[in-house]
């Protein structure tokens, strides 16, 4: 999906200016081990790409708003964690087992 800007912003310098009018979500990163969540908070990072220039934004939640991300993601019976452990297995990465 393509995220169009409302107004798109001009960043770099004075010599090579880029116009960021559209960004594409490149990677996402969630980290919710113990270290973290027996805080209430979690590692979320984002980086969004202008296609168009190569240029990135990257972003870092490092809160209990990143904790809530990934609860909120992970709510629906656990439809991200079935995905991935259903990719793994079936891509023999794990054996077969159960989730709980």
């Known amino acids: 999906m393509i995220y169009t800007l409302t107004n798109p912003l ?6 090579s200016p880029i116009l960021i009018d559209k960004l594409e979500l490149a990677s996402v990163s969630l980290n919710f081990e113990p270290f973290y969540s027996d805080k209430g ?3 979320f990072s984002i980086v ?3 296609r168009a220039s190569g ?3 990257k972003i870092v939640y490092s809160d209990a708003t990143a904790l809530s991300i990934w609860t909120n993601l992970n709510t629906a019976g656990s439809v991200v964690t079935k995905s991935v452990f259903t990719k793994l297995t079936a891509d023999g990465k794990l ?3 159960t989730l709980a």
């Open 10 to 15: 001009t960043v770099g310098d004075l010599t």
């Open 48 to 50: 969004l790409v202008h």
């Open 95 to 97: 054996p077969a087992g």
């Open 41 to 43: 908070t979690a590692m």
């Open 55 to 57: 240029y990135k934004i």
